[in-house]
């Protein structure tokens, strides 16, 4: 049984500046693709608030005071996000060190605006290849308890196909289908990876610079939180293994597998931009 399912992006429209508004929807959807055998699984997206702090790498990024998406410190100059985050944004407002993103007086955050920016070359928003950018940010930042880098996968790490590997993931996405907003508090959810046959077995298109997660058992990404990180801690170290991609435009709850960008797979392009390794 073939079937059409639509794709969309996680990215959040609101009133302009204006977090507390009630009118949130998609920016844009992505063409109808083809599915194969799709089992409809009941879902809650949900996960839990975070402890406060945890995970300091985490930014919230207000792009064009219009659009909100996830994004990882990966060095004190640079933030790597999603291409579909800012794929023709003008600026971009990155908050670091906060945990309620809706509460601008929180002590250990700190906010600076970025006009400097780049999605990658190759980056295709019809086959969803190549989803990630980079964000310079105006001047070092200063790590705090609060604020801090998360480290790359390396070399050696690509050679992992990481299917089965249990990693979690954070943002300020909604937590349903039906929520009107961003949530108030950074959360987290563990989820499970799937092999890129699987994920295939859903969305046809899916390469091999792509992760895809297990989102039976109710958990999984939503709109908002594209671009953040999909951490993974391997020796008592966390890394960012994956960039919030993109999603089923059916909806959050419906038990489509989620997509990430294989950071993996960007290492060299990452290195040749910024010199980290």
Not at 32 to 50: P, Y
Not at 65 to 88: K, N, P, R, V
Not at 171 to 177: A, C, H, I, T
Request: aromatic share 10%; charged share 20%.
């Amino acid at each position: 049984l073939i079937q059409k399912l639509p794709f969309g992006i996680w990215y959040i429209h609101s009133a302009v500046g204006n977090l507390s508004a009630e009118e949130w929807r998609w920016k844009f959807r992505h063409p109808t693709l083809e599915a194969q055998s799709l089992s409809q699984k009941t879902k809650i997206v949900g996960g839990n608030e975070v402890t406060p702090h945890s995970y300091p790498w985490q930014v919230g990024l207000f792009i064009d005071d219009m659009y909100f998406c996830g994004g990882s410190i990966i060095s004190e100059d640079w933030i790597l996000t999603a291409a579909h985050c800012m794929d023709g944004a003008n600026f971009v407002d990155v908050v670091m060190g906060a945990h309620n993103i809706r509460d601008d007086d929180e002590p250990t955050e700190v906010r600076t605006t970025s006009t400097d920016f780049f999605t990658h070359e190759n980056w295709n928003s019809f086959t969803l290849t190549n989803d990630l950018a980079l964000i310079k940010m105006p001047a070092p930042i200063t790590f705090t308890p609060e604020i801090q880098p998360v480290c790359l996968p390396t070399y050696t790490d690509a050679n992992d196909d990481f299917v089965g590997a249990s990693v979690t993931l954070t943002g300020w996405g909604r937590d349903s289908d039906s929520a009107s907003g961003i949530s108030e508090v950074l959360k987290e959810v563990d989820v499970t990876t799937i092999s890129t046959a699987d994920c295939q077995a859903y969305y046809g298109i899916v390469t091999d610079n792509i992760l895809c997660i297990d989102s039976e058992g109710g958990h999984g990404s939503c709109n908002g939180d594209s671009g953040g990180p999909m951490n993974y801690v391997v020796g008592g170290v966390t890394q960012t293994r994956g960039i919030t991609s993109f999603g089923s435009s059916t909806g959050c709850e419906t038990g489509y597998p989620d997509g990430y960008t294989r950071v993996t797979s960007y290492l060299d392009w990452i290195e040749s931009n910024t010199g980290i390794a």
